[in-house]
Structure formats: C-alpha cells, structure tokens
T-cell receptor
Framework: GENVEQHPSTLSVQEGDSAVIKCTYSDSASNYFPWYKQELGKRPQLIIDIRSNVGEKKDQRIAVTLNKTAKHFSLHITETQPEDSAVYFCAAYQAGTALIFGKGTTLSVSS | EAGVTQSPTHLIKTRGQQATLRCSPISGHTSVYWYQQALGLGLQFLLWYDEGEERNRGNFPPRFSGRQFPNYSSELNVNALELEDSALYLC??????????FGPGTRLTVT
C-alpha cells in the first residue's frame, strides 16, 4: 500500500522567512496530493492541493510543487507570519482508497 | 454552508465497553471517511463509506466498524475498548472522494 514520508518533523523560522516541507510517496498510482493545516485543538483544514497532471500550484503565500518522476511533493510558505504556526500534514490519494497522511510537521514562526 | 459535524465532542469509556461516534457530512456529500489521530501517530485511515456501503477499510481490527445511513450521516462503533483506542476520531466528507473536509472530531478517552 501507499506510504507517505514527511520531513522535517519540526521547523522553526523567523517571521518573514520562507518555510519548506517535503513529502515522498511510494505508489505511482497516487494522483492527488492535498496539504492540511491543523492548529492546536482544531480540525485539519485543507489549505492547498495538487493533482498529478499539474507540476505547481500557488495560492497567495503558499505553493505546492509535484515531481511525479521522483515521487515527491513540497509545500512552500513565503513571508511566514505567526498565524502560520501549526501542524502541517501532507497526504497522497488514489481513487478507491483513502488519504494516506504523513506524520506531520510542526511549524513555529517566531516574531 | 454548514460544515462537517461530529458528536459527542468528548467521550469517556472504560476498557471493554463500546463507543459510538457520529458524523454528519456537508450537505450534498455522499462519502464519509473516518480517521484516528493518536498522539504522535498522525492521521490513520479507518473506514470509508459511500452511498451507504463500506468501500474500504484501513489496517484496524474488526472491532472497529460502522455504517452510513440513507441521509449520508455515519456512525463509528468501537467494541471491546482498549486503552490504546484513546485518540481523536475525525470524520471527513467529500463529494468525489478527492477534496475531503474534516469535522471537529470526537475525543475518546478509555480508562
């Protein structure tokens, strides 16, 4: 079955810096890759996603890139703000199954 | 548009008892997924229901079961509770199984 690995497990940056979180997946049949943000005590929220026919997608300060050949995808956050502090999860999905999540990255943005 | 709702918010049970957790999807969504979020283990897929049928299950024992009702709401039943079942149980709903939106979760504590 699918396996998703996520790095780093913790990431500390200064406000205004960029943050990058990387994930790799094992099953080439996976074709949808969402990213979720989970603040303490709250539900995971879908912040951006990408499908396998697209290499990059941007939404304001966040972007996701996908390299199908290498089976890895990354989340990029620019101009980080304290409110970006949260746990971020990547996931991989293929039709007929369910989201398989990485173990999460705790992002801390200090002002 | 109302989001995914779950009840109860918290549930305290003793070992060996049964727990029932409930989920109402976003209006119009036909798929419901259940995930377990245990401390340090990320989100792990439990069960997927679509159009009233169980479509897939994760690597959990048969004492984890559930069903989906004609109105697409769902319940998760956990029999013969064990201490390690203590976790946050999240449900998510989707329309075409790609974008999944999470509920606030039910915190299950087994003593």
């Amino acid at each position: 079955g699918e396996n998703v690995e996520q790095h780093p497990s913790t990431l500390s940056v200064q406000e205004g810096d960029s943050a990058v979180i990387k994930c790799t997946y094992s099953d080439s049949a996976s074709n949808y890759f969402p990213w979720y943000k989970q603040e303490l005590g709250k539900r995971p929220q879908l912040i951006i996603d990408i499908r396998s026919n697209v290499g990059e997608k941007k939404d304001q300060r966040i972007a996701v890139t996908l390299n199908k050949t290498a089976k890895h995808f990354s989340l990029h956050i620019t101009e980080t703000q304290p409110e970006d502090s949260a746990v971020y999860f990547c996931a991989a999905y293929q039709a007929g199954t369910a989201l398989i999540f990485g173990k999460g990255t705790t992002l801390s943005v200090s002002s | 548009e109302a989001g995914v709702t779950q009840s109860p918010t918290h549930l305290i049970k003793t070992r060996g008892q049964q727990a029932t957790l409930r989920c109402s999807p976003i209006s119009g969504h036909t798929s419901v997924y259940w995930y377990q979020q245990a401390l340090g283990l990320g989100l792990q897929f439990l069960l997927w229901y679509d159009e009233g049928e169980e479509r897939n299950r994760g690597n959990f024992p048969p004492r984890f079961s559930g069903r989906q009702f004609p109105n697409y709401s769902s319940e998760l039943n956990v029999n013969a509770l064990e201490l390690e079942d203590s976790a946050l149980y999240l449900c998510a709903s989707s329309l075409y199984s790609y974008e999944q939106y999470f509920g606030p979760g039910t915190r299950l504590t087994v003593t």
